[in-house]
């Protein structure tokens, strides 16, 4: 019942979807259940993507309608990225609600359009997916960074031993009213 479309070329790119709703549209009320893996293309946010790469799970509900069709559901979207604290690896999944209206005759920035009797839900999973990648991943809540035996935190002794930055040397020459020049000392 749905039609395979070649996947886009640009990586940032939403993937097509379509789906079929010549059936589904005969009577309204109708509904139709669509549970699928589909590919979204390489996805990712920060440090986290999509693992396997640029597949995510659907699970939606189709509604015919008396001038389109309803779609509601969620996506399901596996990730890997690396621990915003510790740096090691972490995964996770999370789920994300979709819900999109398709009709012959779309309301602009509203809904979308069912071309010859198909629709393609594409973006609308892309969407979800972008949005529902962690932007900053914790392998746990409790997470407290870096193992300090492995990564000791190195102390600078006394910040007067170093060597003043070449770029600063005017601003020593800088004198204000209640510091006399040297010269006058």
């Not at 997916?129 to 932007?135: E, G, I, S």
Request: charged share 30%.
């Amino acid at each position: 019942m749905t039609a395979s479309a070649p996947q886009p070329t640009d990586p940032g790119s939403p993937a097509p979807l379509p789906l079929s709703v010549s059936e589904l549209r005969r009577r309204p009320g109708n509904r139709q259940h669509v549970d699928r893996e589909v590919q979204v293309g390489e996805l990712a946010v920060s440090t986290a993507s999509v693992r396997p790469p640029g597949e995510v799970h659907l699970e939606v509900v189709m509604e015919s309608l008396s001038d389109g069709v309803t779609v509601h559901g969620t996506v399901r979207v596996p990730w890997e990225g690396d621990c915003r604290r510790c740096l090691e690896p972490t995964s996770g999944a999370v789920d994300v609600e979709v819900s999109e209206v398709f009709k012959d005759r779309p309301d602009e920035g509203e809904t979308h359009r069912i071309d010859d009797d198909v629709v393609d839900l594409g973006p609308a999973v892309h969407d979800a997916t972008v949005l529902a990648l962690p932007l900053a991943p914790l392998c746990r809540p409790d997470c407290p960074g870096p193992d300090p035996e492995e990564f000791p935190v190195v102390t600078d002794p006394d910040p007067s031993e170093r060597p003043a930055d070449p770029r600063w040397a005017a601003l020593a020459d800088l004198r204000f009213d209640s510091d006399p020049p040297e010269s006058l000392q």
